[in-house]
C-alpha cells in the first residue's frame, strides 16, 4: 500500500526536509516488508492567492484515485501511536491501494475536503506549524512500521 503526503507548500532544504528525508527512508526499508510503502510527497502551492479553497482544490486534484484519505487537523481524532499503526494495518488488510495525508497550509484545511476523507487525525491540542506537521507525520509513519514488525523502536 503507497503512503503520499500531500501538502501545501514547497519545502525547502533545512532541518525539516533532513528529518523527513531520514524518517521516510527509514519508514521505506521496514515497511516493505509489510505491504506498507513507498511513502512521497506531493506537494502543492496556490500561486494565485486563492486561500483555503483554492488550496482544497490542488489537493483534491493531487490525491491518487482509490487511496483512502487521511486529513490532518486540529479538530480530528487523537490516537496512540499503536492505535495509528492499527489503523494504517486496517486499511492494508482491507485491500487499499494506498493512503494519503492531507496537509493543509497556514490557515488549515477547507472544510469541505477536510468533511470528504476517511479519517481526520490530531496531533495534539496544540496547533503545529504545517511544515512540522510534515516531521512529525514521516515519524510516526516510520514508528508505526516499527511497531507493526515488532522492532523495538517503540517502546511503550
Not at 527512508?25 to 496556490?46: C, K, M, Q, S, Y
Not at 492567492?49 to 481524532?77: F, Q
Amino acid at each position: 500500500m503507497r503512503l503520499h503526503i500531500c501538502a501545501v507548500g514547497r519545502l525547502r532544504a533545512g532541518p525539516e526536509r533532513v528529518l523527513i528525508d531520514d524518517y521516510l527512508t527509514r519508514f521505506d526499508r521496514t515497511g516493505r516488508a509489510l505491504g506498507l510503502g513507498p511513502a512521497n510527497i506531493i506537494e502543492v502551492e496556490d500561486k494565485k492567492g486563492g486561500g483555503m479553497l483554492a488550496e482544497a482544490a490542488l489537493l483534491k486534484k493531487s490525491i491518487p484515485a482509490g487511496s483512502k484519505t487521511c486529513a490532518l487537523d486540529e479538530r480530528g481524532k487523537t490516537m496512540t501511536s499503536p492505535q495509528f499503526a492499527k489503523m494504517l494495518a486496517n486499511w492494508r488488510d482491507q485491500g487499499a491501494s494506498g493512503v494519503t495525508f492531507i496537509i493543509g497550509g497556514a490557515d488549515g484545511i477547507a472544510p469541505d475536503l477536510r468533511s470528504q476523507t476517511d479519517a481526520r487525525l490530531s496531533l495534539g491540542n496544540m496547533v503545529w506549524p504545517h511544515m512540522l506537521v510534515r516531521v512529525m507525520l514521516a515519524e510516526q509513519l516510520y514508528r508505526a512500521a516499527s511497531i507493526l514488525a515488532g522492532k523495538p523502536y517503540h517502546r511503550a
